[in-house]
C-alpha cells in the first residue's frame, strides 16, 4: 500500500492489516521501555546556556546604581527600574509611563491582575468582579491552559470561542460581549499563539479594540509571551493592540503581558506589565501594599545583558538557529508519516514554542494514552480547552523545544504510529 493511502477509503480487510501491522510495530517501542517527556515547553539547556552570561554581568564593584540614580540593592521602585521601563517599553511598543516591571513571571502578573479584579475591580469599575453573582470569561481556544486553571482558580466561566488562523471568531465575540455584561474579559495570546502558531490579523486587533462590550469594566488579557520568539527571517507582524485601543476610543481595555522566560532564564526572568497610566495608576497603588520593590538586581542585569531591541533580535536568532532543526525534524516526521493519510492536520508556525495537532475527532485521548503505554508523556489531550474538555477530543500539543533531536525524533515516530493506530481503529470502529 502506497506510504501516503487515504485511511478513510480502506477497506475492511485493508483496515484489518493496518491494525496488525501497526500494532506490531507498537509492540516493538513498547517493548524499548522508552521514558520520554514532550509535555512542556521548556527551553532546552543549550538555549539556557546563551544566557547564563547575565549571572556574571554585575560584580559586586560595579554600581549598582539606576540611570535615576536609585541603588537596585535596597528597597524602592515598585513598578521597575527606569532602564527596564525603557527596553520593555521598547519591546512592547508602548511609552515607558505605560508599563510596570514585575518579578520572574507574567503569569503571577496575570494571577494578580485577576486577583485585583475579582477583590476590588479595575479602573472604572462600578464594583469588585467578584460581588458580581457570575463573571464569565471569552476563552478562544485552542489555548494555554495555565490561563483556564485561573479562571478556574476563581470561579470564572469560561466560554469557549474558536481560535481560526487570523484569531478567535470575531463575529461570535463580538455578539458575545455586546449581549452580556457578565463577560469581563478575553484571554488572548496574540503572536504565535499557544498552542497554534497563528497571530492575530490587523483586522482582528481592531475589532477586539473596538467593539461594543456590555461591560464597561471589560478588559482584554493581551498575553504577548513570545512577541520577539520568531522561527523565520519573516516575522509574523502584529499590530499593537494598547495603540489600537487608544485610537479606537477604549483606551483602558488592554492589559498587555510579557517576559523574558524564553528570550533569557524562565527560572529567573523579567515580567512586564503594559496598560493605560490610569489602569497603571491603580494598579501601582495596589501593588505597593503587597511590596516595596521587586528584584531589581535582576531587571538591571537584564538591561544590561540584552541592553536594546537589536541585541534581543540577535539572541532570539540564536534561540531559533537551536529549535529550527528541532521544529523541522517535527514538521517532516508529521509529513512523512501521516501526510495524505487524511487522519491528522497540523500547523507551521512561524514562532512559538508548539506545533498543534488535530487528529480525527474522537482520537486525542486515546492517542496520548498509547504514547504514554510506550514510554512517551505527551501534554494531556484537552488541556488547551477551558475545563481540560476539547469537545471534538482532536488536539495535541507537540513541545519540541526541551528534547534532544534523538529522543525528539523517537517520540515523535511513536506519536506518529499511535495516531495511525488510532485513526485506524476509530475507522474500522
Ligand atoms: N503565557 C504563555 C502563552 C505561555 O506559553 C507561557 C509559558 O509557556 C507563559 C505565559 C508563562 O510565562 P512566564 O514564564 O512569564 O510566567
Known amino acids: 500500500m502506497d506510504r501516503h493511502t487515504d485511511y478513510q477509503r480502506l477497506d475492511e480487510n485493508q483496515l484489518n492489516n493496518q491494525v496488525l501491522q501497526l500494532e506490531e510495530r507498537y509492540g516493538a517501542y ?9 509535555s512542556r515547553g521548556k527551553p532546552c539547556s543549550e538555549q539556557l546556556e546563551l544566557s547564563v552570561g547575565m549571572l556574571d554581568i554585575l560584580r559586586s564593584d560595579d554600581t549598582l546604581k539606576t540611570v535615576d540614580g536609585s541603588d537596585c540593592l535596597n528597597y524602592g521602585g515598585v513598578d521597575g527600574i527606569p532602564e527596564a521601563k525603557e527596553l520593555f517599553a521598547q519591546m512592547l511598543e508602548v511609552g515607558t509611563s505605560e508599563v510596570i516591571i514585575g518579578g520572574n513571571s ?3 502578573m496575570m494571577h494578580d491582575a485577576i486577583s485585583r479584579a475579582m477583590l476590588h475591580g479595575v479602573y472604572g469599575s462600578e464594583s469588585p468582579w467578584g460581588k458580581q453573582q457570575t463573571v464569565k470569561f471569552l476563552c478562544p481556544s485552542p489555548g494555554y491552559d495555565r490561563h483556564f486553571a485561573i479562571c478556574e482558580l476563581f470561579n470564572i466561566e469560561m466560554i469557549v470561542v474558536d481560535l481560526l488562523k487570523d484569531g478567535p471568531e470575531m463575529d461570535a465575540v463580538e455578539q458575545l460581549v455586546r449581549e452580556d455584561d457578565s463577560i469581563k474579559g ?10 497554534d502558531g497563528i497571530t492575530y490579523s490587523d483586522e482582528t486587533v481592531d475589532r477586539l479594540a473596538r467593539m461594543t462590550t456590555k461591560a464597561k469594566d471589560f478588559r482584554i488579557f493581551w498575553d504577548d509571551a513570545y512577541t520577539v520568539h520568531h522561527l523565520t527571517s519573516r516575522p509574523d507582524p502584529l499590530k499593537n493592540m494598547l495603540a489600537a485601543c487608544k485610537s479606537a476610543g477604549n483606551p483602558h481595555r488592554a492589559f498587555m503581558f510579557s517576559s523574558t522566560s524564553k528570550i533569557t532564564l524562565p527560572g529567573s526572568g523579567v515580567a512586564v506589565l503594559a496598560a493605560s497610566e490610569e489602569n497603571l495608576n ?3 497603588k495596589q501593588i505597593s501594599v503587597q511590596t516595596i520593590g521587586p528584584d531589581k538586581i535582576n531587571q538591571l542585569r537584564h538591561v544590561r545583558f540584552l541592553s536594546n531591541m537589536e541585541q534581543i533580535s540577535e539572541h532570539m536568532n540564536k534561540h531559533a538557529a537551536i529549535i529550527n532543526p528541532k521544529f523541522e525534524l517535527v514538521l517532516n ?5 501521516l501526510g495524505g493519510k487524511n487522519i491528522a492536520s497540523w500547523n507551521k508556525p512561524n514562532g512559538g514554542y508548539f506545533i498543534s495537532l488535530n487528529t480525527l475527532d474522537g482520537c486525542a485521548q486515546e492517542v496520548v494514552r498509547l504514547a504514554a503505554q510506550a514510554g512517551v508523556t505527551l501534554t494531556p489531550a484537552g488541556a488547551t480547552f477551558p475545563y481540560g474538555k476539547d469537545h471534538r477530543d482532536r488536539n495535541i500539543r507537540i513541545a519540541p523545544t526541551f528534547p534532544a533531536l534523538n529522543e525528539l525524533e523517537t517520540a515523535i515516530d511513536v506519536l506518529c504510529l499511535c495516531v495511525q493506530l488510532a485513526s485506524v481503529k476509530k475507522i474500522r470502529a
Open 30 to 38: 513498547k517493548n524499548r521501555k522508552l521514558k520520554l517527556d514532550m
Open 106 to 108: 507574567s503569569l503571577n
Open 186 to 195: 478575553i484571554w488572548c495570546v496574540p503572536k504565535y499563539s499557544n498552542p
Open 282 to 284: 491603580v494598579i501601582r
Open 333 to 337: 516526521k508529521l509529513e512523512a508519516e
